[in-house]
């Protein structure tokens, strides 16, 4: 019998550079013999690793590459690429499904079972494709594991709970009938084609060996048809298979602990399969049981490269993953002074730390010529922020694992056109879209100026939804303009809106209807977007991938059963998540990020190891939602730690560079983090031989460090010039400027008002303007008759219909209070008081010069001609201390304005009334209150309370507007809380309560 010709490449070998290295020498003096040669690697990057390594060993001359060709491992999800047709010796097979097509077509079978087991009255689009997504993993990895349909079907589920038995009888069904619906397509699941081509060439290779060199390297975890593949490859005459970091020297004894199983029963080692499969040499173990190799029988690969790191460090890195059994071998092992040279710890305190670190580090080593470095980590969010970090520096790092689409500026897009529709085009959504970098690249300044104008319009509380609501809002933001220059603004917009609402009514049609299918969904979309951002949208890499994608979903989006339109964002966004764009060519070609598949065969001179906490590297086992775990280990199917094994293997192999640096931070954007087991292993054997880095982490701190100790602001106090203060003054600014002088300033002088948010919550303002609105149609028209109130404030209420939280919350809160509005003025028309004028304006210059300005919310006059002044407050009416202390002037200001003659429609008479209406609408509907009572007893009177407001008005006046004093920020504090609008541009958190 021939022996197997199996080798394998430790970890501290550059592993495509030795493989190169030694296919060279073996066919050295024929170079005819390695270009008829086959090289069978795990997936298209180890190809491409490979020629590279090929490349930098051909410096003397040409060279005829072999033919190099991806056949997948079991946990890739790999095309098989030439493979299929071209070594397969002709076997004739249907084409493959495509993916799209495929989870489209799984998508209403996971929603019929769904709707039938599953006691929810609607499953969403979005999670139906999610679970379609999850069956499709499945499916496949029963046809890669060889798994027949019959042993599916009997299946022993009597100890698994109800729904799980479902759940198998259901998969059931779909694994025997998924087949034949797939030939009704003419077509054939990719795993089941992939695994037929194997086996047919796998058939061919021992009928009738090939006299060419045929060699399979870098396989880790392999199927069954893989692995009896590389059983034949091994026995060929002229065949090698090359495994990356197999443990030659681990006992034997800890070798069988290493237990596993398969599909046709326990193998040696007995069947506690969970407690093995998170071990690095798992993988090796069923594959070479497959193979029928012993371990003996594997060779190490006798040839070493300038690029391989010390082999004591591997010894040491392979110890350290030992079974828990076997970790008190650790207190015999002999750690030489250099054990873990070369191998540094970084414990960052959050990921941007961390990405600081990994990116200075990366800088660092462009400084040596010729120097590679790369980063390795399953972490795309940190990838991302070590990106962002070089680019700083003028360096484009070449990400191996690409960009999800729906991340770019195509995706995001595409994304936001989708969430403006299915939002009816609410503000926030609308102007997200409006504003899109893509959007109108031809005349982008205009477009933006009138998308900032349109932002204007659109502040405050959301208007009703649709397109004609905008516009009626630009029409009423318009007639409110204060200045011409605004007015005119807002009318040109209207004619720009008329041409952006019909590019999108489409869309808001298409929303309107109760079911959308995804051809209509993308067709409009499509035409919507070419209007709005034209050929900008599939230019590039990206644009060529939503090109694609949009292809796919048009040709097969008739499969996929009409589905909600809320649905639509999520489902987009689950295709365009799945879509990875890859970055083109001319990044820098020393530095690199690779994802742990990328980094298996890759090496670099420095490779840092990123993002070492529990969750991340490892990765949390994912359970399967269609086999239970019971189930997949009498299937004998990969368990779910089988991924931990990998990554374990995967660090052990990107610890075996020349030079290694391990990072973690202590905590995430949420909670402190738990460091890898990988690393707490490493820290337990290494002890103090691990070499803490501290000097990156001191170089990242001091990067964005303040110079010296915080300073602080101190409190402002402009002192602007008297002939440049303001002449005029409303009884609120009096207020303002008696209590809060700087944010006087900052809104007089300055011209600073606070923007409203975008769609923001009604606030007890808007409430405010509800019920004054309402009280003055009230007065206006019918005051005399209660009934009309209620009519009026329901009337209004239907214009909150469009907002859940008035509907809800407050409408009834309203009611109340107008109800108890209606009986309060009953009781006071009872004692002789008729309403006069609502919203009365006043007017007048005192004798100062200053002109006076005041709005009374109602005046009720009484039969002798003396007037009541009434002020609605939805909150609390000011205190004791603000009346008896000058900071609240209102309701006396507006006094001496009506019993003067300064407000339209009100003859002077003396007040002989104040009041407060306080309209909440809670628990307690309403209150009326008499400012000038205290504790039960008149404290002064309504004739004395105007005079001495009118003294405390023209102290101010002297003091502030025609002196010199100061415009302190919050001089009284305790009567100023009211005014924070401006309190971030006097930072008054900076000076607050600190001394000076």
């Known amino acids: 019998m021939i022996r197997p010709a199996v080798f394998t490449i430790p970890p501290h070998v550059a592993f495509v550079d030795a493989l190169a290295l030694g296919l060279l020498d073996r066919t050295r003096g024929d170079p005819m013999r390695l270009a008829r040669a086959t090289v069978l690697l795990p997936n298209r990057r180890a190809v491409r690793a490979l020629t590279e390594a090929f490349v930098r060993l051909s410096d003397e001359g040409g060279l005829l590459l072999p033919r190099m060709t991806p056949i997948g491992d079991v946990d890739e999800d790999e095309a098989i690429g030439a493979f299929a047709d071209t070594l397969a ?98 077509e054939i699941d990719g795993a089941a084609r992939r695994n037929r081509l194997i086996e047919s060439w796998t058939a061919q290779l021992i009928a009738e060996p090939p006299a060419r060199m045929i060699v399979a390297a870098g396989m880790v975890a392999t199927s069954p048809s893989v692995a009896r593949l590389l059983r034949a490859v091994a026995r060929l005459p002229d065949g090698l298979v090359v495994l990356p970091g197999l443990d030659t020297g681990m006992d034997d004894e800890e070798w069988k602990e290493i237990r596993y199983r398969t599909a046709d029963g326990e193998a040696p080692g007995g069947p506690r399969q969970h407690d093995s499969e998170g071990h690095p040499q798992f993988s090796f173990r069923c594959l070479l049981h497959r193979m029928d190799v012993g371990r003996g029988e594997v060779e190490i690969w006798p040839y070493a490269t300038p690029y391989d790191g010390p082999p004591e460090r591997t010894h040491i890195v392979t110890r350290a993953m030992a079974p828990a059994r076997f970790t008190d071998a650790w207190r015999d092992l002999d750690l030489g002074d250099d054990a873990l040279a070369g191998v540094r710890l970084i414990e960052a305190a959050t990921p941007g730390e961390e990405a600081q ?35 700083r520096w003028g360096v484009a790092l070449d990400d191996s694992a690409g960009v999800p689409l729906r991340q770019t500026p195509p995706g995001t897009f595409m994304l936001a056109l989708a969430e403006a529709a299915v939002q009816q085009f609410a503000p926030a959504p609308l102007l997200a879209l409006l504003k899109h970098p893509l959007v109108r690249m031809d005349g982008r300044l205009d477009w933006l100026e009138r998308a900032r104008t349109l932002d204007i319009a659109l502040r405050g509380v959301r208007p009703p939804p649709g397109l004609d609501a905008v516009g009626a809002r630009i029409e009423e933001a318009a007639t409110e303009a204060r200045s011409d220059e605004k007015k005119h603004r807002l009318r040109a917009l209207s004619g720009w809106w008329l041409e952006v609402s019909a590019i999108l009514d489409p869309l808001e049609r298409l929303f309107a209807n109760p079911q959308v299918s995804l051809p209509d969904l993308i067709d409009a979309m499509r035409s919507a977007a070419a209007n709005l951002a034209g050929d900008e949208l599939w230019r590039g890499p990206a644009g060529r991938a939503l090109s694609e994608l949009v292809q796919q979903l048009e040709l097969h989006g008739h499969r996929l059963d009409p589905f909600d339109p809320p649905d639509a964002p999520g489902l987009l966004a689950a295709f365009f ?23 298996r065969l890759q090496r670099a001179d420095l490779m840092i190891l990123g993002g070492l906490n529990e969750g991340v590297w490892p990765a949390l086992s994912q359970p399967d939602p269609w086999l239970a775990p019971a189930a997949r280990a009498q299937l004998g199917l990969p368990g779910l730690e089988r991924r931990i094994g990998l990554a374990a293997h995967d660090f052990v192999q990107a610890m075996g560079a020349p030079a290694v640096i391990a990072t973690r931070s202590r905590r995430d954007a949420a909670a402190p983090t738990v460091a890898s087991r990988f690393w707490l292993r490493l820290e337990a054997l290494g002890g103090e031989k691990v070499t803490r880095e501290s000097a990156l982490l001191g170089i990242a701190r001091a990067l964005d460090a303040a110079d010296g100790p915080p300073r602080y602001a101190s409190r402002p106090a402009p002192r602007p010039p008297a002939d440049l203060r303001p002449r005029s003054l409303s009884v609120t600014g009096a207020e303002k400027l008696k209590a809060d002088p700087y944010s006087f300033y900052a809104e007089r002088m300055l011209g600073l008002t606070k923007l409203q948010a975008l769609d923001e ?51 009834p809160r309203a009611m109340r209070a107008v109800e108890w509005a209606a009986e309060e003025m009953a009781r006071w028309s009872a004692e002789g008081w008729r309403a006069l004028k609502a919203e009365g304006k006043g007017r007048a210059t005192l004798a100062n010069g200053i002109t006076l300005t005041g709005m009374a919310d109602r005046i009720d006059v009484a039969a002798e001609g003396s007037l009541a002044i009434i002020d609605y407050k939805t909150g609390l009416p000011p205190s004791h201390a603000q009346l008896t202390g000058g900071y609240a002037l209102q309701l006396g200001l507006l006094g001496w304005l009506a019993q003067n003659g300064h407000i339209p429609d009100v003859t002077a008479g003396d007040v002989a009334a104040l009041r407060y209406w306080r309209l909440s609408g809670g628990n307690i509907a309403g209150k009326a209150s008499d400012p000038l009572v205290f504790r039960r007893q008149e404290w002064t009177e309504p004739q004395a309370f105007i005079t001495d407001c009118m003294r405390w008005l023209d102290e101010l006046c002297a003091e502030r507007l025609f002196g010199d004093a100061p415009f302190t920020a919050k001089l009284h504090p305790e009567y100023s809380t009211r005014y924070r609008d401006h309190d971030h541009l006097a930072r008054v958190a900076e000076w607050l309560g600190r001394s000076e």
């Open 357 to 391: 670190v990994i990116a200075l580090a990366l800088r660092q080593a462009l400084e040596k010529p010729g120097k590679t470095a790369a980063l390795v980590t399953p972490d795309r969010g940190l990838a991302r922020r070590v990106a962002a970090h070089l680019a």
């Open 761 to 811: 919550d009604p606030t007890a303002a808007e409430r405010g303007t509800f019920l004054h609105s309402v009280l003055e149609d009230w007065i206006k028209e019918r005051p005399h008759d209660p009934d009309y109130l209620r009519i009026i404030a329901e009337k209004r209420l239907r214009e909150w219909d469009h907002h859940p939280l008035m509907k809800a919350l407050w409408a």
């Open 89 to 186: 010796g002709g076997a004739e097979l249907e084409p493959a499904v495509d993916d799209c097509k495929q989870r489209l077509m799984l998508v209403p079978l996971v929603k019929r079972y769904l709707e039938l087991h599953d006691a929810r009255e609607r499953v969403t689009a979005v999670e139906a494709l999610r679970l379609a997504d999850e069956l499709r993993r499945t499916l496949s990895q029963l046809q890669l594991e060889g798994v027949e349909t019959k042993k599916l079907l009997d299946l022993d589920v009597g100890d698994l709970a109800g729904h799980w038995e479902r759940t198998l009888r259901y998969i059931g069904i779909i694994a025997e009938a998924w087949p034949k619906i797939l030939a009704e397509e003419g």
């Open 577 to 599: 998540q799945e879509a990875a764009v890859r970055p083109p060519y001319g990044r820098h070609p020393r530095l690199s990020v690779y994802g742990l598949l990328e980094a």
